[in-house]
């Protein structure tokens, strides 16, 4: 037994010793990155993705402690290499001045990659400058995205910390197989366009056991994801976990297969909302499970807008082409700041079918809160307070 049990070992160290002798290591700092916060290191980060998506055997770009500036920055894909570790122990840190990178879209962006992984490490996109003038009312860019994947695939992002980004923390567009775990992002509550997580057209996304606190949604879907897969969510401050908008363009890819399981909101405008223009199009939305969540002190704890229309632009008189079906409500628990704590204002062109709402009991100052429905039909089961209005 115990022969086997040190040749079994010797075995393994062998295996260990081997595959890390054949991963290529690229250290940001020895190619000249400086962990001062104040050195631009964007070529050092640049020359180490250049390396390792080069490279012919596994590769990972390692970066140390400290604080690295870097400004916005493309890492491309047709890479020889489909399994790149990124492994982040320090803090990369945007300009502190947004106009340098609030026009470029993203900051950080993968574009045609294929099995990248990021662990760790701390995102500081300095936004709230760009929020402050934002909020003045004066002539500001746009924003950065902080982190963004678009046409990729096999994508791992475990553990990274995002704070008060510009716009967007992460967007995931375009891609397949996309697991996020362990994230914390971070934002003022009123800090305009922060949505913590957005997908879209994408499948095989999995999204577990994160916090986010931000000004708008905790985690926002686009239209044409499919697959998706939410769970162990703290969410607040931030808008909520919110399907949409959706509509806004004309001819537009569905959502479906959609769970959301096992997630917690604390002081959010919306718990579990789904958006869509009030204007034509082709785009829907069926096959959503919503289960088990608490709502704390949540403004609109389950809603459905079918006659999104923020400003009254491009789109007042008409009404959604969005089809909504087959979404179901089960295990939902917990208070409402407002009194009308289950809204479905659904289209009337295309009004919501398929809802179910399953063991819901939601309370507005200590009594049964109320519902309020148009244009929607579905069953209720088992206990459903406020009392079904399908």
Known sequence: MVKSMSLLLSLLFIVFCHSSANTAVYDVVKLGAKPDGRTDS???????????????????????KGRFLLKSATFAGNCKNSDITIRIDGTLVAPSDYRVIGNAGNWL???????????????????????????????????????GFTRSKNIVINGLTSLNSQMFHVVINGCQNVNIRGVKITASGNSPNTDGIHVQLSTGVTIMNSGIKTGDDCISVGPGTKNLWIEQIACGPGHGISIGSLGKETQEPGVQNVTVKTVVFTGTQNGLRIKAWGRPSTGFVTGVLFQHAVMNNVQNPIVIDQNYCPRNEGCPGQVSGVQISQVTYQDIHGTSATEVAVKFDCSPKHPCRGIRLEDVKLTYQNKPAESSCANAGGTAYGFVEPTSCL
Not at 42 to 58: E, N, Q
Not at 117 to 123: A, H, K, M, P, Q
């Open 109 to 147: 962006l993968f574009e045609g990659v294929t099995g990248v992984s990021i662990y760790g490490g701390i995102l500081d996109g300095q936004g709230s400058g760009l929020w402050a003038c934002k909020a003045a009312g004066n002539s500001c860019p746009s924003g950065a995205t902080s982190l």
């Open 42 to 64: 964007t070529r050092s980060f640049l020359s180490a993705w250049g390396g390792a998506c080069a490279s012919i055997t596994p590769a990972m770009i390692y970066v140390p």
